[in-house]
C-alpha cells in the first residue's frame, strides 16, 4: 500500500479550511449587507457585532480558561500603540465593508490588488522601505491592470470604489503603523491577544461614527435582527482567524500568497454565481490579470529579498529555527500557566513587514502571513 504523507495532507486541509472560511465570510457579509438578499445596510454595525464577539471571545479565553497568558501591556504601550493601529483596523473594517453595499464582490477583490501599492506607498513614506525602480514598476503594472478592470466594470461605482480604496490605505497604515510601533517596543502578539487587546479598542473607535450615521436609520427603518444569523457570521470570522493561525503554523508565506491567488480566483467566480447582478466582463479580467502580474512580480521580489538576507544563515540552522517557530505556532492550543508573558502564550507575532498582505476578515496575525490579494475581518 502507498504510505500516506500525513502531515502534508494536514497541511492542503487547513489550506482548504482557509480558503473555504475566507470566501465565504466574504460572500456572507455580502449577503448580509445587500439591500436585496439580507438587507442589513448597516455595516458599521454589523463590523460591531464581529470586533465585540471577537473581544470576549478572547476574553474568556485568556481570562477564564487561560489558554494563553496576557502581554505586559503597560498604559503608555497601549496609547502609543494598541489606540493607533485598532483606530487604522477599524476605519479599514468600516470602509471596508461599507463597499459591499454599492460594488460587487468580484469588482472588490480586483481592487484589492491595490494593496502592495498601498502598503509600498505608506511604507515609504513611514521610512521603513525605501523607493526601488523595480518595485515601483510593479507598482505601476498594478495600477495600470486595476484602471483597466474599473473602466470594464459595468456596474461601477464612485462611492462604492472610494469606500473600498479608501479602506484599502487605511488597512496599509495600520500594516506600516504595526511594524514601526510594535516592532520597535519588541512586543508580540499571536492572534488572541490581538484579538484581546485590539478588538475591544476598534468598537469604542467605531461607536462614535455608529451613533452619527447609523443609528438614526436603525430608528426608524424595520430591522430584520435575526439572532443566529449574526452569530453564525461572526463565529464563522473568528474561526477564520484560527485556520490561519493554523495555516501560518505549517506553511511559509510563498504557500500563503498562492493560496491567496487561488482563493481570489474562486472567489470572483463564486461570486458571480451566487449574485447574479456580479457580471464580469472581459477587461475587467484583462485588468486583473494585469494587475496581478504586477503582484505576483512584487511577492518575488520581496520573497527574493528575505532569502538573501537568510543567505549566511546555515542550513541546519534554518531548518532549527523554523522547527522551533512550527512548535511555538502549536503551542498557542496548550493552557499556558508560566510566568513569561513577553510572547503572550506562545505564537504567531503580529509584527508585520510592509509586503504583508493579511486577508480582510482577520484581524491582526502573523506577519507570516502573505498572500496576493489583500483580504477584512469584514466585519
Known amino acids: 500500500m502507498m504510505m500516506v504523507n500525513k502531515p502534508l495532507v494536514l497541511t492542503y486541509l487547513y489550506l482548504l479550511i482557509y480558503i473555504l472560511l475566507s470566501s465565504g465570510v466574504i460572500l456572507y457579509n455580502k ?4 439591500p436585496k438578499y439580507f438587507n442589513f445596510p448597516f455595516p458599521i454595525t454589523l463590523t460591531m457585532i464581529h470586533m465585540g464577539f471577537s473581544g470576549a471571545v478572547a476574553f474568556f479565553l485568556i481570562r477564564v480558561f487561560k489558554v494563553v497568558s496576557p502581554v505586559k501591556m503597560t498604559l503608555e504601550l497601549y496609547i502609543t500603540c494598541v489606540v493607533p493601529i485598532s483606530a487604522f483596523f477599524a476605519a479599514s473594517l468600516w470602509f471596508g465593508n461599507t463597499a459591499y453595499l454599492y460594488i460587487s464582490v468580484a469588482f472588490i477583490q480586483m481592487l484589492k490588488a491595490l494593496m502592495p501599492v498601498a502598503t509600498f506607498i505608506m511604507a515609504v513614506m513611514c521610512g521603513t522601505d525605501k523607493a526601488r525602480c523595480d518595485v515601483f514598476s510593479n507598482m505601476l503594472l498594478v495600477s495600470v491592470g486595476v484602471v483597466i478592470s474599473s473602466y470594464g466594470e459595468i456596474h461601477f461605482n464612485v462611492v462604492g470604489t472610494l469606500y473600498q480604496v479608501t479602506g484599502i490605505f487605511a488597512e496599509a497604515l495600520r500594516l506600516v503603523l504595526t511594524q514601526v510601533l510594535l516592532q520597535k517596543k519588541g ?9 484581546y487587546y485590539i478588538a475591544p479598542c476598534s468598537f ?4 462614535a461614527p455608529w451613533y452619527v450615521l447609523e443609528k438614526p436609520g436603525m430608528e426608524i427603518s424595520q430591522i430584520q435582527f435575526n439572532f443566529w444569523i449574526f452569530f453564525s457570521n461572526a463565529l464563522c470570522a473568528l474561526a477564520l482567524n484560527f485556520s490561519i493561525f493554523l495555516v501560518i503554523g505549517r506553511t511559509g508565506a510563498v504557500t500563503i500568497r498562492v493560496a491567496g491567488v487561488l482563493k481570489d480566483w474562486i472567489l470572483i467566480a463564486l461570486s458571480t454565481v451566487i449574485f447574479p447582478e456580479s457580471t464580469i466582463t472581459g477587461l475587467n479580467i484583462i485588468g486583473y490579470a494585469i494587475a496581478l502580474c504586477g503582484v505576483v512580480m512584487y511577492n518575488y521580489l520581496k520573497v527574493k529579498d528575505v532569502r538573501a538576507s537568510q543567505l ?3 542550513i541546519p540552522d534554518r531548518m532549527t529555527k523554523d522547527w522551533k517557530l512550527e512548535k511555538k505556532s502549536s503551542d498557542i492550543f496548550k493552557p499556558n500557566n508560566s510566568s513569561d508573558n513577553n510572547g503572550g502564550g506562545g505564537g504567531g507575532s503580529i509584527n508585520s513587514s510592509s509586503d504583508t498582505n493579511v486577508d480582510e476578515e482577520t484581524p491582526l496575525i502573523s506577519s507570516r502571513l502573505s498572500h ?3 483580504s477584512q475581518l469584514s466585519k
Open 187 to 195: 512586543l508580540t502578539l499571536n492572534p488572541i491577544t490581538s484579538l
Open 204 to 207: 469604542v473607535f467605531l461607536c
Open 31 to 34: 449577503w448580509v449587507l445587500s
Open 312 to 314: 549566511p544563515e546555515s
Open 372 to 374: 496576493v490579494g489583500r
